[in-house]
């Protein structure tokens, strides 16, 4: 009856086995590999008092009734990237297992407690991440687009989930799963190296970073490199180098975790003889809050025309993505946190740089709130990927103790 | 028996409506246009006493026997890029031939005269320039890469020459015409924006610059855009950014018209949610003094390995080409710079940017300077180059000027 963190590991190890191959995780959604890895998981559940059910977006959902039908929602994905690490997406949810396993071999509980395993969170097949979660969530908007995405083997997405009994048309109906919960909680992998490079294991996650994603295209004039005077020159790669650097300091000033990226400069003509005439610069800024995240694009923007004059050239912004920070539940958080220092002692609060299905679950208004457990070096999506194994186990134990504070919480109102 | 210097334009007209099309001058070299061009320039010559000869290199002379074997030459080229101006090359011979016949038509002059057309100045079928003159001055060293060439319908440089009858292993033996050179005189457009932006219509050129052209890599680290903050990055692309600045100090420290340019920087993964892992960056530097060239490329990589290290990233230099500055003799300068002033009122000296035969002249140790009339925008190499009449015609002046001083000035000893 107690919690067996350490089976957690080697279950995972099983299912790597069972669904990996040299190069890494194969478990991509819409796929025979993750019919396996999600038959395993059920697998795993063998025995237990849980009602199933898939629905109509394609997640799996194991129920233990408890005294309210009030519910506790425990949930991550089985499905990774192609080549993908042995432990983003599976942790969660054989973590949860195990918790749901721990919870329905004791006392009838005074909440319901349910796992989710969520459908295609990747995205990797094709191409539109959070499926399962953003249907449950009511946000799935781009139905229409969804109906026209291919993979590379020219098979349409409405064909690939028919295969595996999913109706897009019907997808959205799986908004009835989440009117019945109270809290939403997910362990995840951080992906990153802050928990790594402060020496932790665990840390409380406080929302996922709102995104700006813009392309900016410089445009000065191609000129002959030998004739060309310097002070006769309209270089477009002087604007990208001068923004470069610039999207450092105004991430510096903003603080609080604001990051800037800039990915790539494509420069036209791009010949060794010739000054720069068009650079293409994409970049991408992140903040947990939404008006540091606006200070962010209007700082870059701002400085991006004082240089398009210091350099007499041209620039111009276009938008490819956005969307707005995600914060989690505070209290919840206050409890994570807890649960974290009960078992290692330490813990730390983060934002998320990468979205999670828990986004999507807090967006449609669901209290919730994740934890990190740190990532060796940083590195995911690929077969590199990896956790200590001991931090995995505290892992485990901290998503246990937040479940039950969590429960103990929702059920004292 | 005066010099025309209008004819010398409407000439050139006459070679564009004969040539070249809607797109521009197609004067490419060992084509039948070129050909066609080749004995038009020659059927300006008719009926004077002079002696052709085409050399083992292709290379077209008309010589003009004088008191004195000695020889003043003048040379230029007929070729043209694909879709190429009017000017670029054509200028030269059809003036040098307007001065020949001057000369030709009067006494017998003191020294020799002659004319070149050299053969392939722009290297565009095959990609290797100055093949002409640089068989002529000896400089010709990579006769067994030559033959590897092929164009872009596969049929080989060798094969081609053979065509044109020029036999690619006997292509040296134009050595011998520079034997008798006291002096090489060549007119051409500047192709770059200096004379237009001073007002001036003529100058006398000091050399050609002397080039260093490399290729840097930098190594980073990529990383996720979201999950890594600032100060854990790697990232490539500042180190080029940072470059791509520098190198602008850098000139404006050297000075005396030196230019640094980046022509482009490639990114890798380079794309959106990731930091850049490398950046593979070109790299031109010119100037006409052989020691601040070598200051330039030392103080680029200096700051590199600076930057490198403020960046905690690698950089790695691999050169791509590289030549020495190639200076035109001081004592005809000074009879260009006067010419010039006789013919506009004034002049300005100023390098030239670009490579042109008269360097390969220069190398071969025959005193040579070049006359550069003003370009329209700096543009060339495409069918909006352009030069003002009353600027050409003034340039042919020039020429005649500097072709009666330089002479004198042989003859006088």
Redesign the interface.
Known sequence: MALDPARVVSQLRELQELTGDENGAQRVAWTETWDTARAWLDGLLSGLPLERERDEAGNDWWTLRGDDDRAVLIGGHIDSVPNGGWLDGALNVVAGAEVLRRIAEGATPPLTVRLVNWADEEGARFGRSLFGSSAASGSMADQDELRELKDRDGVSLPDALAASGVDLDRALEARSQLESAAAYLELHI?????LE?MGLPLGAVLGT?G?E?WRITWTGQA????????D?RRDA??G???L??EI?EI??RVGN????????????????????ETAEQ???Q?HLDASSLAELLDAAQAASWRFAQEENIEVDWER?WSIEPILFDPSLIDLCDEACREVAGVSHRLP???LHDAAEVARAGVPTVMIFVQSLR?L?HTKLEDTREEHLELSVQALDRLADATIARVAGG
Chains 1, 2 share one sequence.
């Open positions: 951080e992906q990153g190296p802050v490079s970073y995104v994603r000129a002959h490199a030998g004739s060309t005077p310097m006769k790669l002087a990208a180098a001068k470069a650097l450092r991430a510096a975790g604001a990051v800037c990226t800039s990915g790539g400069v494509i420069c036209k003509p791009g010949i060794v003889t010739s000054v720069v994409l970049l991408d992140r490819i998320s740089g990468p940083g995911s």
